[in-house]
């Protein structure tokens, strides 16, 4: 991994080491989501601590108390040092990392920013502004429930940004991200979409343009440089053997919406060799795809079969586009039987070079 502390808290994740770490907490209990818990920072006696499931993370929505697990020991006894919280989940994971202190409050400076945007940004898909937003969505044939566990956001405006988030954060930092995300959707109604690292940390948002189409209706609006080896959605598809390969991000958002499991986006960019070395990582073998080219697919295949493992297609029908539009035109569990039925990529190759050729 790029990142040792990613892989660290991935690790820890799939152990559910969250049950070791607040389980001594008052009224600990398992919840759809994570955990929730009495917040251990200020006096209650009923749980208002929520601690997530799918990423390292806590927060208390009485006192505002939030972060990683890292900061979590640092904030809860006091003698604690970075490297004291460190060595423990080491030891708890059976590995040895090397990261600082100072990238370590970097990397969770800028993951709680983006959290931050990305609630403004939810808040403000809901708003009278966001209407066309909202209209673009129906329109493709998304449903409220869909749209909310997707957690897509509209690009908020500088000044709501400010009146909500300056408080929290440095003016330095908060004034780059906002220039940024204004300029990358250059005053056309964009879409937020929350890119996730392995570990389900927030460290890029993408925008997605809802006056375009193609290739360029995509844009990142943040920093990706953290990001340039992880597939999106990669954090939901963790440890599994046999992954399901889509191209747009909205197309891996529905499927996994739909019960998908094992779902990555790759973008324009194709399934590239980082993607996929990042996904043999995590313990994928086996690769379903369903891609929205002959080039990127019979691509896809070459690197499947060069890093040893299995590829098959999805025989999603010509008409359809992408396996969005296929999902939104046919029932919920069509497009899962169609995962059942796919054509090896052998047979794939043979029938499209021969009517290529």
């Not at 209407?131 to 509209?154: C, H, K, N, S, V």
């Not at 080219?293 to 040893?308: L, N």
């Amino acid at each position: 991994m790029d990142n040792d502390l990613e892989g660290l808290y991935a690790t820890l994740l799939d152990r559910k080491f969250q049950i070791v770490l607040f389980g001594d907490l008052q009224e600990f209990q398992s919840t759809a989501d994570g955990y929730t818990a009495c917040c251990p920072f200020h006096a209650e006696s009923i749980p208002t601590v929520l601690i997530h499931g799918t990423r390292p993370g806590y927060f208390c929505f009485v006192c505002g108390a939030r972060g990683d697990w890292i900061e979590y020991q640092l904030r809860r006894k006091t003698a604690v040092s970075y490297q004291d919280a460190l060595h423990r989940l080491e030891a708890e994971a059976a590995v040895s990392i090397s990261t600082d202190e100072t990238a370590w409050r970097e990397e969770l400076l800028n993951s709680e920013l983006l959290e931050a945007v990305q609630v403004q940004s939810i808040a403000e898909l809901w708003s009278e502004t966001a209407l066309d937003a909202r209209a673009y969505l129906t329109d493709r044939g998304y449903t409220q429930e869909e749209i909310e566990g997707m957690e897509l956001g509209f690009i908020p405006t500088a000044q709501s940004l400010l009146d909500n988030l300056t408080e929290r954060f440095p003016s330095p930092l908060l004034d780059a991200t906002i220039e940024r995300m204004l300029a990358a959707c250059a005053g056309k109604p964009t879409l937020t979409i929350p890119y996730r690292d392995t570990a389900g940390r927030l460290m890029g948002l993408y925008g997605r343009s809802v006056t375009e189409e193609g290739a360029m209706a995509y844009r990142p609006l943040t920093d990706m440089s953290r990001l340039k080896y992880i597939p999106f959605l990669m954090h939901r598809a963790r440890g599994s053997a046999q992954i399901v390969v889509v191209q747009g991000f909205l197309d891996a958002l529905l499927a996994d919406q739909i019960g998908i499991k094992g779902v990555i986006g790759v973008g324009s960019s194709g399934l590239t060799p980082d993607f996929l070395a990042t996904a043999v990582s995590y313990g994928a073998r086996r690769f379903l795809l369903s891609l929205d080219s002959v080039h990127s697919t019979a691509q896809a295949i070459e690197r499947i079969k060069a890093a040893g493992c299995e590829a098959a297609v999805v025989n999603r029908p010509e008409k359809y586009p992408d396996t969005d539009a296929y999902i939104r035109d046919s029932c919920i569990n069509k497009f899962g039987k169609l995962l059942e039925k796919t054509v090896p990529a052998e047979d794939w190759l043979s029938r499209h070079l021969e009517s290529s050729s």
